[in-house]
């Protein structure tokens, strides 16, 4: 137990530095994860208004059957991707909030960039 608190303090802190030289505007906002072991959530963030512009997650009806999996969260990057380019926004920062960059947060970000989203 004590483990998995040292580990998560480990991600906050890493989360903290990144935040203090990342930020988002209305131009370029900036996109976060956020995984559970069961669930992945993605937000699309404008920090000057504090401002969620778009949001995905596979808890939403048509998300449902997109798995916690590599293979499968790539759609969810993909579905945020065609939400922004619909709001005509297609240059974002990612917010890795703290995670290592492979795995889920890269399939996340390789889906968006394979719908027409630059960062």
Do not use: C, W
């Not at 991600?11 to 072991?37: E, W, Y």
């Not at 969810?76 to 065609?82: D, S």
């Amino acid at each position: 137990m004590k483990k998995l608190i040292a580990k998560r303090k480990r991600r906050i802190k890493r989360k903290l530095r990144i935040r203090g030289r990342i930020s988002g505007t209305a131009d370029r906002p900036r996109m976060t994860v956020f995984k559970s072991n069961k669930y992945t959530y993605i937000q699309v963030i404008d920090d000057v208004s504090e401002k969620t512009i778009v949001s995905a997650s596979n808890l939403e009806k048509e998300l449902k059957s997109v798995k916690n999996r590599v293979k499968d969260v790539e759609k969810l990057g993909e579905t945020l991707a065609k939400r922004l380019l619909e709001k005509k926004i297609n240059t974002v920062v990612f917010d890795r909030n703290g995670y290592l960059y492979h795995g889920i947060v890269k399939s996340i970000a390789d889906g968006a960039r394979k719908a027409g989203l630059k960062f």
